[in-house]
T-cell receptor, first 113, second 113 residues
């Protein structure tokens, strides 16, 4: 069975500082990894995905994620945080069969001015 | 340009009552999903469908039924609501293939008293 772990319930960062939101996964076969963002009282919005190829994936709103196969991690990063980045972030994984997308528990990002 | 639409957005039920949540997508997606979101639990898959007329159980299917009579619609039913089913429910749709991300609706907040 596939699974995703987001070890931090909340990450606090000052505006302008770099941010990292951690994610590790477990899946049989090739991993297909995703990051989603959720703003209050809204649905989830797609940020970026890793399928194959470069280990550094660039996505929406200046976010990027680094895939590390040996550490089974897919951490979300941004060089300079904005207050408007404050939201709930979900990491998700899909296996080769592709029928189900499994989510982590979510990490709340708080960016302080 | 509706994407994924869920109705109703809010509902309050008494224990034992029944109800149906409707999800409609206009992107001609094959795959559709129902998730529930609870604090600290992330998103958990209830049921999903890989095509018209097909459904399958997800991670937490007990107490729910689904139907996919038309490709664009995916219904989630609660036959006898319980307080443990108080949650925010999200519908999502996507194309086939593990590399495909999902598109989410805005959510339906259900309270069971």
């Amino acid at each position: 069975a596939q699974s995703v772990a987001q070890p931090e319930d909340q990450v606090n960062v000052a505006e302008g500082n770099p941010l990292t939101v951690k994610c590790t996964y477990s899946v049989s076969g090739n991993p297909y990894l995703f990051w989603y963002v959720q703003y209050p009282n809204r649905g989830l919005q797609f940020l970026l995905k890793y399928i194959t190829g470069d280990n550094l994936v660039k996505g929406s709103y200046g976010f990027e994620a680094e895939f590390n196969k040996s550490q089974t991690s897919f951490h979300l990063k941004k060089p300079s945080a904005l207050v408007s980045d404050s939201a709930l972030y979900f990491c998700a994984v899909r296996d080769d069969a592709g029928n189900m997308l499994t989510f982590g528990g979510g990490t709340r990002l708080m960016v302080k001015p | 340009n509706a994407g994924v639409t869920q109705t109703p957005k809010f509902r309050v039920l008494k224990t034992g009552q029944s109800m149906t949540l409707l999800c409609a997508q206009d992107m001609n997606h094959e795959y559709m999903y129902w998730y529930r979101q609870d604090p600290g639990m992330g998103l958990r898959l209830i049921h999903y469908s890989v095509g018209e007329g097909t459904t399958a159980k997800g991670e937490v299917p007990d107490g729910y039924n689904v139907s996919r009579l038309k490709k664009q619609n995916f219904l989630l039913g609660l036959e006898s609501a319980a307080p443990s089913q108080t949650s925010v429910y999200f519908c999502a749709s996507g194309s086939s293939g593990p590399w495909s991300g999902l598109f989410f609706g805005e959510g339906s907040r259900l309270t069971v008293l």
